[in-house]
C-alpha cells in the first residue's frame, strides 16, 4: 500500500522557518507530481505550491517568495521550506504524490505559528 509520511511541523514564532518533510513508499517516486496543500480550522484545504515530475514548480501567491519546493528523488522525499512564517500560515499541511488518475495523501502535519 501507498504512503506518504509528513514530518517537520511544530510551532514557531512569527517569523522563524520550519522545513517540512514528505516520504514516499511503493510508489515510482519520480514519476508522481507533488503538491503540498494546508486547510486551517474552519477553512477548505488549498493549494500551496506543487513541483511537477520534471521539475517545474509553481507557488500560492500568499506563500511567494517564502516557501520554496524541492525533491529528493533519490529519497523518494519531498520538501517544503517555509520562510518569514505569519500566523496565518498556521494550518495542518498535507502532501499529495499524483500521477494521472493515482492520487495518494499524506495524514498531515501541524504547523503552529503563534509568540
Known amino acids: 500500500q501507498v504512503q506518504l509520511v509528513e514530518s517537520g511541523g511544530g510551532l514557531v514564532q512569527p517569523g522563524g522557518s520550519l522545513r517540512l518533510s514528505c516520504t514516499a513508499s511503493?510508489?515510482?517516486?519520480?514519476?508522481?507530481?507533488l503538491d503540498w496543500y494546508r486547510q486551517a480550522p474552519g477553512k477548505q484545504r488549498e493549494p500551496v505550491a506543487s513541483?511537477?515530475?520534471?521539475?517545474?514548480?509553481n507557488y500560492a501567491d500568499s506563500v511567494k517568495g517564502r516557501f520554496t519546493i524541492s525533491r529528493a528523488n533519490a529519497r523518494n522525499t519531498s520538501f517544503l521550506q517555509m520562510n518569514s512564517l505569519k500566523p496565518e500560515d498556521t494550518a495542518v499541511y498535507y502532501c499529495?504524490?499524483?500521477?494521472?488518475?493515482?492520487?495518494?495523501w499524506g495524514q498531515g502535519t501541524q504547523v503552529t505559528v503563534s509568540s
Open positions: 513541483i511537477s515530475a520534471s521539475g517545474s514548480t
Open positions: 499529495k504524490a499524483s500521477r494521472g488518475t493515482y492520487v495518494h
Open positions: 511503493r510508489i515510482i517516486f519520480s514519476f508522481y507530481d
